[in-house]
């Protein structure tokens, strides 16, 4: 069966970095795009952006040139590293397999001083 077991977040300070792990099993990766989306307190969810399986990625005006989608086709993992991290980036993380509705468990990421 599909599984994204997520891994990394956290407490950051603004201005630092962090990177987010989705590894992803039970389906075929290497041909799959995947997605990253938040949602914020009292916020729907929103997506951060999409990577395809031969890596051409798309992202949200919000994160664009501080988010960087990558993906390890030969270890079955998507990640999500996030430089330049400001007090509104604070959510739970979530990645997805596009085009259906499996969902990673949600990793919280919280950037404060």
């Known amino acids: 069966q599909v599984q994204l077991v997520q891994s990394g977040g956290g407490l950051v300070q603004p201005g630092g970095s962090l990177r987010l792990s989705c590894a992803a099993s039970?389906?075929?990766?290497?041909?799959?795009?995947m997605g990253w989306y938040r949602q914020a307190p009292g916020k729907q969810r929103e997506l951060v952006g999409t990577?395809?399986?031969?890596?051409?990625?798309r992202y949200a005006d919000s994160v664009e040139g501080r988010f960087t989608i990558s993906r390890d086709n030969d270890k079955n993992t998507v990640y999500l590293q996030m430089n330049s991290l400001k007090p509104e980036d604070t959510a739970v993380y979530y990645c997805?397999?596009?085009?259906?509705?499996?969902w990673g468990q949600g990793t919280q990421v919280t950037v404060s001083s």
């Open positions: 990577i395809a399986g031969r890596g051409s990625t």
């Open positions: 997805k397999l596009e085009l259906t509705d499996y």
């Open positions: 039970g389906f075929g990766f290497s041909r799959s795009t």
